[in-house]
């Protein structure tokens, strides 16, 4: 669907247990612009439930949350 | 709107409750929680410099499985959560003068040294987990 979305950044945090794959999405996303793209990727199968609902209670914006072989794949934009 | 409030209580000096009590308080923090953190007994002790440079915590075996792995351990997660948000962390008084401790035994993380009165009046009207 949103395959034309442009990525600011790929971040992987693949072999980091939680809440490192969080901790570094929430690091890139503080310190980005409003409009930027993060792309997480992450073997913490925890990351699939936690990062939308963090990215929902923070207000920011879900693109895709898709498993890729034994990882996931999270792309956030930063709304504000 | 007033920002959500959670207090953590850290007493145990076991691994595994001083990584889940961390790592709750860290992610309150990355979720936009005011959060404060008071450590005390046997927690205090694992926040001493000694004692971190030893990795000389009380651990079974989920506690020694992070510790083989290298996971980020419980301060770094603390590190984090001020970093990331709004996390304060105390010491306890008590606990320090009982045991003649000093500031500078411990790493550099505590915002203060207080009581509980005072930590009372920071956890008002908070959510509260002891661990």
Redesign the interface.
């Known amino acids: 669907m949103s395959e034309e979305v442009s990525i600011t950044k790929t971040i992987d945090a693949r072999g980091s247990?939680?809440?490192?794959p969080?901790?570094e999405l929430?690091?890139a996303i503080?310190h980005g612009q409003v409009g930027d793209v993060y792309e997480l990727l992450s073997s913490d199968s925890g990351s699939a439930k936690d990062v939308p609902e963090?990215v929902n209670?923070?207000g920011h914006e879900l693109i895709y949350c898709k498993p890729e072989g034994d990882f996931w794949r999270i792309a956030v934009r930063k709304t504000k | 709107m007033e920002q959500p409030k959670l207090s953590v209580i850290l007493l145990s000096g076991e691994l595994e409750k001083l990584q889940a009590g961390c790592l709750i308080s860290s992610v309150a923090s990355m979720s936009g929680m005011e959060v404060n953190v008071f450590v005390t007994m046997e927690a205090l002790r694992s926040f001493r410099k000694e004692v971190i440079e030893a990795k000389d915590f009380k651990a079974g075996l989920i506690g020694q499985e992070m510790l083989n792995k290298q996971v980020d351990l419980f301060y770094k997660l603390l590190e984090n959560g001020k970093e990331m948000g709004n996390l304060k962390v105390f010491g306890c008084a008590m606990a320090i003068d009982l045991m003649g401790w000093k500031k500078e035994d411990f790493i550099d993380i505590f915002d203060d040294i207080i009581g509980v009165t005072a930590f009372l009046g920071k956890a008002a009207g908070s959510q509260v987990i002891v661990m």
């Open positions: 247990y939680c809440p490192g969080l901790m929430v690091k503080k963090w209670k923070m």
